[in-house]
């Protein structure tokens, strides 16, 4: 996962119960142009869903006339990065590696090899992967806005409508309310308008052979590309794609829920029946596979996201409730002995809670107590940050969807 910089420290925790649970955990990505944080994924299976990828990147709709220029702005940016960037094939490292994937996954090591080889290392990957510079104050309001304002609601809102159907039927299979899937789809790619512009191989390529030294979890982050990048090539060979030809966010991460190769190994879906994935083109495999992520990651059905928080002063021990950061550890009994007063639904719920902090720069926090199922949204991309804005962007777009 890559986050690049994780917000709280609690996340080693989350990690360690995930990995126990699962043995395999995937994030989300934010698109590359709006990207503060990634997603990445780890995901060990071979079990290979029948399915082509359609190269196209056709984006779900014509992109307003600023959004048009922003874009080619980006390609060209992107382009002109590609031409600077040196090849892999002189490297006897990578090549070496090309040939342990071919040997691993059964490929052709000529084409693994003439894959890599053409991929270019890209500068501008290097830096926006870094963490952010250290004491620059989390801002919840400012993130929000980022994330939530009229286009994006707009956008949402025709989603919606033009899925409607599918999203039902989503929701009726996993349980995961359509509000979580518009908001994820929204909070990642506006709907297919950002889908980002690197070439995946190149994305990849650069942070599995020249991931920046000066990240605290370099050599751990590498590794990690170095799978993806495996994960990629297998991918690609087994449903007949050029790899050279898909694009995606700086990390690698692919189509309108911005998927990273192992992600859309285990948890994609075709949810269109028409005998592929295609997470570029249709939004009905979108809406299934996101919905199929969160269901993957114990969605639970009927449950809310979060409660309201108040604290009871005399009692309040906020250390305590914090340590255990985005996962859920205390009974709503716990919390309330601690100082946490959830409201009167809250008390109902049957599970565990969390203390979420959102941090507003110089001004005061804002808290909320939240479930198994808004630790669930962090699985898509490692911030408690990302999961509030997914959640309020869905709220946005029901509220302001036609009656
Ligand atoms: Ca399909």
Known sequence: MIRIEPQNGGRTLALRWNEKAARTYCLGSIACALALWTLNAYAQTDTAPTETIVTSTRTTKTPKPHK?????KSVKRAKAEQAQGNAYATRPEVMQLAGEIAARRNLDPQWVSHAIGEA????????AILPPAVGVPKNWTLYRSRFIDAVRIKAGVKFWSDNRETLERAEKETGVPAAIVVGIIGVETIYGQQIGNYRV?????????????AHPRASARAAYFQSELEEFLALTARTHTDPLALRGSYAGAMGLPQFMPSSWVKYAVDFDGDGRIDLFNSQA???????????????????????????????????????PDILPTFTPADFAAKGAIVDAAGMQHP???????????????????????????????WSSYYAMAVIELGREVAATMPK
Do not use: H
């Open 68 to 72: 048009a220029a922003k874009s080619a």
């Open 285 to 323: 495999d979108v809406i299934g596979s996101v919905a199929n992520y969160f269901k993957a990651f114990r969605w639970k059905p009927g449950v809310a996201t979060y409660y309201p928080v108040s604290f009871d002063l005399q009692k309040l021990d906020k250390a305590a409730l914090l340590e």
């Open 201 to 213: 191989l190149d994305a990849l390529c650069t942070l599995a052979f020249d991931f920046p030294a």
């Open 351 to 381: 599970g565990l809670l969390a203390l979420i902090e959102l941090q507003n720069g110089a001004d005061a926090p804002q808290y909320v107590a939240g479930t198994e199922n808004f630790y669930a949204i962090t699985r898509y991309n």
């Open 120 to 127: 270019r290392y890209m500068p501008g990957i290097v830096k």
